[in-house]
């Protein structure tokens, strides 16, 4: 990524408390996105700390650090509502939220053995998920021309 391919973009990355999600978050901020949400499923911590770091890159107001579920339809309209009222637009979507497969395996046990439950959780996030964000995002995208 060129940092003029992203300066002055707003950008929303779920899973942006850690990892992968983390290091995309502030990557952007130092590419010169305007704006960046970050969204974790549960606490508030790690996306915390992340707002914190892309605003000691770029200045304070970059970054919106929001509990949402990706599984949520109601999640996933909020953090793009919140994303439009903070920053004006939307850009970019990453959608790198997931569940691995932990949640429905313990000790590598054969998938016979897998708890359906979290074998659910699994394909809810990782596959409903980003459909359920993209479905969210694209309108105000197709209206950024952008994205």
Do not use: Y
């Amino acid at each position: 990524m060129t940092v003029s391919s992203v300066a002055g973009k707003i950008v929303i990355i779920t899973g942006g408390g850690r990892g992968l999600g983390r290091a995309m978050a502030l990557g952007f901020a130092r590419a010169g996105a305007t704006g960046i949400t970050i969204t974790a499923s549960s606490s508030a911590t790690e996306v915390d700390a992340v707002a914190t770091g892309i605003d000691r890159i770029g200045g304070a107001g970059r970054a919106l650090a929001l509990v949402a579920d990706v599984t949520s339809e109601e999640d996933c309209r909020m953090v793009v509502e919140r994303t439009l009222a903070t920053f004006g637009g939307l850009h970019v979507l990453v959608n790198n939220a997931g569940k691995g497969q932990r949640f429905a395996v313990k000790d590598r046990a054969p998938f016979w053995q897998a708890d359906p439950k979290g074998w659910r959780l699994i394909v809810d996030t990782n596959i409903n998920g980003p459909f359920l964000m993209a479905r969210a995002a694209v309108g105000p995208m197709m209206e950024a021309g952008w994205g």
